[in-house]
């Protein structure tokens, strides 16, 4: 047994391991079987988030979830070029949950943008402590010595870190001292803005790195639910498992009895083997009673958010410049109305949701999964196995794909719930591809309803957003919530991006929580989650507005962005405000030739901007679309792509690339391809034969620039998202002249377009 805990042994599949300690650490991406490595020595830890041993090496202890995004080499680079260290001696750890760490969450495009300065100041102390100790041995001033490549000089003695490391260090440094530290100017950075081998890479590639789906436990059977007819309210009335008794490896059923209410209704059906416990299932007659919400179609939810816009009294006020638009609007000399709809989305990860749960020998819980918000299920875990929080700790994996849906981690209940029945055997619970579709939190349905008041001088006076749709932090988090300026809860992750930097007066943002969306499933954060949906009608309403008056889409958006007011901007995050997001505008239409370009027939460009994912961090963000439509069929061919993104410092360059060509490729997919829609209180497309995202055939040529600045970073994981949609849709219009309103498009939507 290694210092952390692990237990391994090799298996003629590869490698099985469990965690049998609370203490453990989770996992090394670099590393072909998971395991960190062990400090040499008594390893130096100048804060929680990393040590280094006497050999010189830096392990970076990293609490985000790595699904793709190469999250751990971003960060890990921040803090090594704060402490000066070369990149080859740099490891990192994801950890597994414990207090120490804090909130433990990986979404809304916030890693970088929240761990830039707390590793920074990690890097820091480290930096200063060694150059410090180096100092003393050699009987000068600190201020005559400089860090390097993990050494410290000063111009006649140099000393690796390693050997201050073994010679033994004490420093330690109080949150007040951390904030205190000199950093870097930008200009000495040397990790930061340039490329390095990413430190996950050779292993997703090679087929090593091990995903929550890999786990294995010494004993353990395997689990597959079988789901009712409604997320919420079905109660199991019977269950004849008869049928399934022939069949080899079949064990039980189990129904489920649910404490926190998570899985109420719930039947799993185990095996010795995973295909045993599958074939038995579809061999298992359950009767059950269904919940209230057994007939709702997504007709009904959508009927419900016009229900809830025309009633004016619902929803929160965000808390705007001026949010009282009643003046405006009542002398306006022109008003303009549209509405914008948008369906269901699915989340579709590769690696399908599952968990392996049982009780170590020391009384632990041990949850084996991949997870994006382990502090979010954690207390409801706590519930459903009525036990202690800290007597349960969740392992990290890699997780194949997250896009938000590990945010919640109800997966992970029902697999508890059923090695808890069993006395804490460990039981691995995998969600097939139906199941998981069926179970998923996926993007709700949304509503909106967009209102622009103008003078008899054509001038923009007022403006209303009312935005109905299921709430994600409503349901699962309601803690999370803001108030509105009618001190009612909103829910930001729902109507970010209504409240946009336009300059267009009076500013009324209605953000309303569709009730019985909320009763039908549980919706969910879906990558970029209100942006996707809010920047859609935004944008197209913009395109909309400039074409009643008789302006340039162009022109009309850079009149309206002025960074003055509630739109000049503040620091740290949003310096500049609505310049910034201009600039970026121009940049995409420079780099697009939008409006100086010969098209052929029927072909367009479209263009659109938003700020990622929030005022309070915005990541100004521009798109522009080249498509052409098939005036017979109503096929659109999206030629290519253009985006422009000033995100502050890039920290990471080819992984901000990544993330934002897989971002516009979303975009384009929710936009044209993907889309479900609830039938009988659940969703109608349960597998890739119907539910049909973008295929590689379908994909556009792209190009992406990034604006050199030395602001701080925020996010890119999300922001590339918010303006294909908008953009594809006012190409449509300048091509053939047909407004959509609705997502996804489709061809029939543009021929009932044409023909309207």
């Known amino acids: 047994m290694t210092r952390r805990g692990f237990l391994v042994s090799m298996t003629a599949t590869g490698v099985a391991f469990g965690f049998p300690r609370a203490s453990s650490a989770a996992m090394d991406p670099a590393a072909s079987n998971g395991i960190p490595i062990e400090a040499t020595g008594d390893p130096f830890e100048p804060t929680l988030w990393y040590w280094i041993d006497s050999d010189g090496r830096v392990n970076v202890n990293i609490i985000r979830a790595e699904m793709g995004q190469h999250v751990g080499t971003a960060i890990a680079r921040i ?15 994801h950890v597994d949950t414990a207090e120490k760490w804090g909130t433990m969450v990986t979404g809304g495009s916030w890693s970088v943008w929240q761990s830039w300065p707390v590793y920074r100041q990690a890097g820091a102390a480290g930096r200063t402590a060694l150059i410090e100790a180096a100092a003393s041995q050699w009987g000068v001033d600190p201020a005559t010595c400089t860090a390097r490549d993990g050494s410290v000089s000063d111009g006649s003695n140099t000393i690796s870190y390693g050997d201050l490391v073994a010679a033994g260090i004490e420093r330690s440094f109080t949150e007040d001292e951390l904030q205190a530290l000199p950093l870097k100017p930008h200009s000495e950075l040397r990790l930061v ?36 007819p409604t997320r919420l309210g079905s109660k199991v009335s019977a269950v004849d498992d008869s049928g399934a008794k022939d069949v080899k490896g079949y064990l039980q059923t189990l129904t489920l009895d649910d404490p926190s ?58 808390p705007t410049e001026t949010p009282d638009t009643s003046a405006a609007f009542d002398a306006a000399a022109n008003v303009l109305e549209a509405e914008y709809v948008t369906q269901t989305v699915l989340h579709f990860q590769l690696e399908p949701v599952n968990a392996t749960v049982f009780q170590n ?30 007597q349960i700790v969740m392992r990290t994996y ?108 009076a500013h009324k943002v209605r953000a309303i929580t569709n009730d019985l969306a909320n009763k039908t499933f549980r919706p969910g954060w879906l990558r970029s989650v209100g942006p996707g949906w809010t920047n859609f009608a935004v944008e197209s309403f913009m395109d909309e507005a400039a074409h009643k008056i008789g302006t340039d889409p162009l022109e009309f958006r850079l009149q309206h962005l002025k960074a003055e007011g509630y739109n000049a901007g503040s620091a740290p995050n949003a310096v500049g405000g609505a310049s910034r997001q201009a600039a970026v505008l121009r940049r995409v239409a420079e780099m697009s030739g939008y409006g ?42 999206v030629q290519k792509m253009w985006l422009a993104f000033d995100c502050g410092t890039v920290v990471d360059p080819d992984g901000a690339l990544a993330q934002c060509e897989g971002a ?66 006012n190409a449509i219009h300048a091509a053939v002249g047909a407004r959509l309103r609705h997502l996804p498009i489709r061809p029939d939507d543009i021929l009932a377009a044409l023909n309207a």
């Open 261 to 318: 209410g998570t899985v109420p209704g719930w039947v799993v059906v185990l095996g010795e083997t995973l295909m045993a416990a599958k074939w038995a299932s579809a061999k298992i007659k359950v009767t059950w009673a269904a919940g209230e919400t057994a007939g709702v179609s997504e007709a009904d939810i959508n009927d419900r958010s016009r229900q809830l816009i025309a009633d004016g009294t619902t929803g929160a006020i965000l």
């Open 361 to 390: 020998a020391e009384g632990m819980w041990e949850i084996h999964t991949g997870n994006q918000w382990q502090s979010l299920i954690l207390p409801t875990l706590s519930t459903a196995l009525d036990t202690p929080a800290d």
């Open 193 to 228: 803005g340039k490329d390095v081998t990413a430190l996950d890479i050779a292993n997703k590639t090679n087929g090593k790195a091990i995903y929550g789906l890999d786990a294995k436990v010494d004993g353990m059977v395997y689990g597959v639910p079988l789901l009712p």
């Open 398 to 505: 890699m997780l194949g794909g997250g896009f938000g849906r590990r945010l919640n981690g109800d997966y992970t209940v029902p697999a508890a719930l059923a090695s808890k029945a069993l006395g804490g055997k460990p039981i691995k619970l995998v969600f097939f591809r139906e199941d998981d579709a069926q179970f998923d939190s996926p993007r709700s349905p949304s509503v909106q309803k967009m209102r622009m008041a103008f003078d008899g001088d054509n001038k923009v006076i007022g403006m209303e957003h009312h935005a109905a749709a299921g709430w994600p932090t409503g349901v699962v988090v309601p803690s999370f919530m803001p108030k509105g300026v009618n001190d009612e809860p909103y829910d930001p992750f729902a109507i970010d991006g209504a409240d946009h930097w336009y300059t267009v007066g």
């Open 596 to 637: 100086a370009t010969d098209l052929p027939a029927d072909t367009a460009i479209g263009i659109a901007t938003t700020f990622g994912q929030s005022r309070s961090m915005p990541t100004w963000t521009a798109g522009a679309v080249q498509l052409h439509v098939d005036r017979k069929t109503g096929q659109i061919d």
């Open 79 to 93: 803090l090594a070029d704060e402490l000066e260290v070369a990149w080859d001696s740099v490891h990192i750890t």
């Open 664 to 729: 516009a490729l979303w975009g384009l997919s929710m936009a044209l391809y993907e889309g479900t829609s609830f039938e009988n209180g659940n969703v109608s497309d349960l597998n890739l034969g119907s539910y049909t995202p973008l295929r590689m055939i379908d994909t556009p040529e792209m190009e992406i620039a990034f604006v050199e600045s030395t602001e701080v970073p925020v996010g890119l994981g999300e922001p590339g998202t918010t303006v294909i949609a908008p953009a594809i849709a």
